[in-house]
């Protein structure tokens, strides 16, 4: 496989459950090591893997809050400054002191979200981050995509929805077993990608 990003791109990397898409996202971030080959990365890096994995299922969500928000790289300072919006985003006002192992997955994955988009980074990893939440919650995402791209940071999104990947990215990667079989515009890519559904 032969990736070249460029500083600022807006990638989407599509295919079928199993070609790699995660695989190649937590190889970038570094949770997986490359068997053969090289792989530059120049950035700092915020995954958005696995959203939620990182709780501490005994504690409340504020405390949850706090807790991977430092892991994050954030100053006590800035949590507090961000607080009110974390949980705004996430849309849990009510449940802020019960534990996060009651709440849903869906639950799981807003918080988790809009903690992680506090982080600073120079490149975001994103693994189907607008398939949890409502319509609400997902236009809420996209507006801070749309935010990102602006600042002129690089993204790379591993998504199913075609319309996502038409409207938000620059170029896209459509995969099959491990392998890049298509490279081009987000429209080109989606073309291939249904051709090969209907094979």
């Not at 954030?74 to 192992?101: M, P």
């Not at 791209?149 to 790379?156: A, C, F, W, Y």
Request: charged share 25%.
């Amino acid at each position: 496989m032969s990736l070249d990003i460029q500083k600022g791109d807006f990638v989407g990397i599509i295919g079928r459950n199993g070609s790699g898409k995660t695989t190649l996202l937590k190889l970038i971030a570094g949770i997986y090591r490359p068997s053969e080959g090289t792989m530059k990365v120049n950035g700092k890096i915020a995954p958005f893997l696995e959203l939620g994995i990182g709780f501490q299922p005994e504690l409340s969500a504020r405390e949850n809050i706090v807790v991977n928000a430092t892991l994050l790289g954030l100053t006590r300072q800035q949590i507090k400054e961000k607080f009110d919006e974390i949980v705004a985003f996430a849309e849990i006002e009510n449940f802020l002191d019960l534990k996060i192992k009651n709440f849903s997955a869906g639950m799981k994955a807003r918080l988790a979200f809009a903690i992680a988009k506090e982080a600073d980074a120079d490149i975001y990893l994103c693994d189907e981050v607008l398939a949890v939440g409502d319509e609400g919650f997902q236009k809420k995402c996209m507006a801070v995509f749309e935010k990102w791209k602006k600042e002129g940071k690089t993204i790379l999104l591993v998504t199913d929805c075609s319309n996502q990947m038409c409207a938000l990215c620059n170029k896209s990667f459509f995969l099959e077993r491990g392998q890049v079989v298509a490279a081009g515009s987000p429209h080109e890519i989606v073309d291939r990608y249904h051709q090969s559904l209907a094979l």
